[in-house]
């Protein structure tokens, strides 16, 4: 099984400072098939990132993100009070085919 | 901008099956280049896969799971279905249904709906 490890668990930024988010898988994974969603209390997740650097419709260009194998980065330049959320990376195509990482918080410090 | 919205009850009892329908609208399920997914998300806890299927019948579960679920597709009614069996408290979660692209991501999801497993 790909197990995905994401860190740090909890960040704690102010607005307009940068996130980075990190995301490891324990097998390799293909740059196709790694994507990041946000989730806000009380909403479905929505999709932010799909092959590990493209930016889903809507997505504004302070969200990017990058990496390949086994270490996968997601980054906010400039936070803004809406980004306070909760940020997951998603594996496809490994065994099983689909695995999350367990989830980091970004929260207002 | 297709749109999905699950249905089912919010309350089964531990042993029972629990049943959920997502109805996609918008957008036809018979779309080539899609899969349409169910994932959950257990209180305080990360999102889980349950499981996927394409419109022709191809699908995959988590193992985890395998055992107890099936999902289905209902193409002239332009939904998709989850059967989970023997559920017990566990299986208490909100539950999602989504669509997939050919990236392997889920481009666009219902509002969730939350099952309770009590007695």
């Known amino acids: 099984e790909i197990v995905l490890t994401q860190s740090p668990g909890t960040l704690s930024l102010s607005p307009g400072e940068r996130a980075t988010l990190s995301c490891r898988a324990s097998q390799s994974v293909s740059s196709s098939n790694l994507a990041w969603y946000q989730q806000k209390p009380g909403q479905a997740p929505s999709l932010l990132i799909f092959?590990?650097?493209n930016r889903a419709t809507g997505i504004p260009d302070r969200f990017s993100g990058s990496g390949s194998g086994t270490d996968f980065t997601l980054n906010i330049n400039r936070v803004e009070p809406e980004d306070f959320a909760v940020y997951y990376c998603q594996q496809y195509g490994g065994s099983p085919p689909v695995t999350f990482g367990q989830g980091t918080r970004l929260e207002i410090k | 901008q297709v749109q999905l919205q699950e249905a089912g009850p919010g309350l089964v009892k531990p042993s029972q099956t629990l049943s959920l329908t997502c109805t996609v609208s918008d957008g036809s399920i018979s779309s080539g280049g899609y899969y349409w997914t169910w994932i959950r998300h257990h209180p305080g806890k990360g999102l889980e896969w349950i499981g996927y299927m394409s419109y022709n019948g191809r699908a995959s579960y988590n193992p985890s799971l395998k055992s107890r679920v099936s999902i289905s597709v209902d193409t002239s009614k332009n939904h998709f279905s989850l059967n989970l069996s023997s559920v017990t408290a566990a299986d208490t979660a909100v539950y999602y249904c989504a669509r997939v692209n050919g990236w392997g991501a889920s481009d666009s999801w219902g509002q969730g709906t939350l099952v309770t497993v009590s007695s």
């Open positions: 092959g590990a650097s």
